[in-house]
Every structure is written in structure tokens, then in C-alpha cells.
């Protein structure tokens, strides 16, 4: 049974920064590219970053280049996202999510951590 379960979480100041580790069981990470969403309230769901099956490439969007960077540790079934310079707007509910090599479907999803920012 293929789980994600990401913490790390919490309510931080802005210009913090935090870490958040999504634990992969069930599945081989060197298989799959492997991303983190997030989803503010009262907002639609954003794709941050991504890393691919083979660690070669990376994604990150505009609003979080520079100051967000996954990892993937595949011996370990971690993937992390490091983020600093946090902003009163990246308050939102984080997810890791998963899909193996070569579908378009993101099948696999944590169930998500809490990151609040006061402004």
C-alpha cells in the first residue's frame, strides 16, 4: 500500500523558514517523480516544485524560485522541501504527491501539513 505522510508544519513568522519531509512507503521513489502542492485558502491548488524519477531535473514555479528547494533521498523514501523566506502568502495546506514515470496522472497524495505565516 503506497503512502505519503508529510510534517513539518506550524505557524511560523514571516522570514522564517521551515522544512517539510514527506515519508514514502509503498512504492520506490527512484520510479516515480515525486512533487509538492499547495493549496491557500479560498484558492485554487498550485504545483511548487518537483524533482524527476532520476533526480536530473527540477521544477519550481515563479512564486516560490530561489527560496524553495526539494530534495529526494531515495534509500531513505524521503522528499523534502526546504523553504525560507517564508511570506505572510505562502500560508497554506502542503501536500506531496507522486506519479510514476511516464503517466500525466498525479495518483498518489499525502494527506498534507499546516503552514501558517504571520504577516
Known amino acids: 500500500q503506497v503512502q505519503l505522510v508529510e510534517s513539518g508544519g506550524g505557524l511560523v513568522q514571516a522570514g522564517a523558514s521551515l522544512r517539510l519531509p514527506c515519508v514514502a512507503s509503498?512504492?520506490?521513489?527512484?520510479?516515480?517523480?515525486m512533487c509538492w502542492f499547495r493549496q491557500p485558502p479560498g484558492a485554487e491548488r498550485e504545483l511548487l516544485v518537483a524533482?524527476?524519477?532520476?533526480?536530473?531535473?527540477?521544477y519550481y514555479a515563479e512564486s516560490v524560485k530561489g527560496r524553495f528547494t526539494i530534495s529526494k533521498n531515495n534509500a531513505k523514501k524521503t522528499v523534502d522541501q526546504q523553504m525560507n523566506s517564508l511570506k505572510h502568502e505562502d500560508t497554506a495546506v502542503y501536500c506531496c504527491?507522486?506519479?510514476?514515470?511516464?503517466?500525466?496522472?498525479?495518483?498518489?497524495w499525502g494527506q498534507g501539513t499546516q503552514v501558517t505565516v504571520s504577516a
Open positions: 524533482i524527476s524519477w532520476s533526480d536530473r531535473n527540477t
Open positions: 504527491a507522486a506519479k510514476p514515470r511516464g503517466s500525466s496522472e498525479w495518483g498518489r
Open positions: 509503498g512504492l520506490t521513489l527512484s520510479n516515480y517523480v
